[in-house]
């Protein structure tokens, strides 16, 4: 069914496409009954893929990476459909545009996008009032659906109630884990980018379970030189040190999970610098990886590539080199650091070659536009066959 709709779906312009599949699927998660039955649909319903990470609870192994759903604007919906986590953003300091229109273009000869987004989005204050709200309402549904529950039984048997608005409560399955993903605005110099992280990071500490920290999209101009070592050491051990200054035993706020997305273009020289400055500062776990500059071995012409012009290339000509990084990083750290992995994941054996490879936890986003509103569903299935 989605082959034929992927099919007039992909006659539009990309980005267009998203926005109106996305506000369609908003309208019809507003009605309950609709919410309900797409959750039975599209939702996995095998508990036994929960698994604990980074101190939280991930309810499956397969997450929405960052760059999908920039602005918190879609939590309810990827939820209906069965995320494990989504992570949200690329969040800057202040509201940007991001760059000119075209920007997101398909290669279907070879199931990839290539993208120069440029960190558009609404702005911290704005996404960071829009998760407020989101998670109020999450714990009021969750609080009317136990009183339901709790319906008839003494109250000496009833569980208790919850006010930590960080954990709705709910009946059905376990809460949807939301990732923070944190940039630099455009206009922010480099020396100055720590910044802007640090403002992303403040504002967002109450309304997100874990951080990414972006230095690696090829789409804001010299980004990618702060994943030098030194500009990296700044710009995390400046969030360690706020991080446990902003959680602390009067408050029984916690340290957040902090991590860092790499590109898959770097050296084996930077890799090993990466691991060396995470043990180090002690980061929580590395994202690996974002898009890449290549355009190695595409099926799709020069002539065509050139038309598109600058950007990164997701989906499955990544997927190799993904598993490879992925792979180094947990043999060279004995699985000391844990990774969540991203690139080229559209089915159940993509997903398995990343975690035999020692990821913890996949992201989905070029797989999601490819394989449709069931490919969590599908991915889930095939673990629980052969789980690895």
């Not at 996305?22 to 309208?27: E, P, Q, V, Y």
């Not at 400055?277 to 290549?294: F, Q, R």
Request: proline share 5%; net charge positive.
């Amino acid at each position: 069914m989605y082959n034929l709709l992927r099919r007039l779906l992909f006659c539009f312009p990309t980005e267009t496409v998203h926005h109106f599949s996305m506000n369609m699927m908003k309208l019809g998660c507003s009605v309950g009954a609709i919410r309900k039955s797409i959750a039975t649909q599209f939702a996995p319903s095998n508990g036994a893929l929960s698994r604990e990470l980074f101190g939280l609870q991930f309810k499956n192994p397969v997450g929405l990476a960052a760059g999908f759903d920039k602005n918190a604007l879609y939590l309810t919906e990827l939820e209906a459909l069965g995320f494990g986590f989504v992570e949200i953003g690329t969040v800057t300091p202040k509201p940007q545009a991001g760059n000119e229109k075209p920007r997101l273009f398909r290669l279907p000869k070879d199931k990839a996008l290539i993208n120069r987004m440029g960190f558009n989005n609404d702005g911290v204050n704005v996404v960071a009032q829009r998760l407020k709200e989101w998670r109020e309402k999450q714990l009021a549904t969750g609080n009317r659906q136990l009183a339901s529950r709790n319906e008839g039984i003494p109250n000496s048997n009833r569980p208790a109630q919850t006010e930590d608005t960080h954990s709705p409560l709910t009946i059905d399955h376990s809460r949807l884990i939301i990732g923070g993903n944190i940039g630099k605005n455009k206009v922010t110099p480099n020396e100055d980018a720590w910044k802007d992280y640090e403002i992303c990071f403040r504002a967002l500490f109450d309304c997100v379970d874990y951080f990414v920290v972006n230095v690696s999209s090829p789409n804001t101009p010299g980004l990618r030189e702060l994943q030098e070592k030194d500009s990296l050491r700044k710009i995390l051990s400046h969030l360690q040190t706020i991080n446990q200054q902003e959680s602390g035993t009067e408050t029984d706020r916690k340290p957040k999970p902090i991590l860092l997305k790499i590109a898959p273009d770097l050296t084996p020289q930077q890799i090993d610098d990466v691991i060396d400055l995470a043990l180090e500062i002690k980061l929580d776990g590395l994202v690996a990886t974002n898009t890449t500059i290549s355009r190695e071995q595409l099926h799709t012409t020069d002539a065509e590539l050139q038309a598109i012009g600058a950007g990164g290339l997701s989906g499955a000509p990544v997927r190799l080199r993904s598993t490879e990084i992925v792979k180094y990083i947990h043999q060279k750290t004995n699985g000391q650091i844990p990774v969540i992995a991203s690139g080229g994941i559209f089915t159940a054996e993509d997903a398995k070659e990343k975690l035999a490879a020692g990821a913890s936890l996949v992201q989905v986003w070029t797989g999601f536009v490819y394989e449709g509103p069931a490919i969590v569903k599908n991915i889930c299935s095939g673990l629980s066959t052969n789980r690895p």
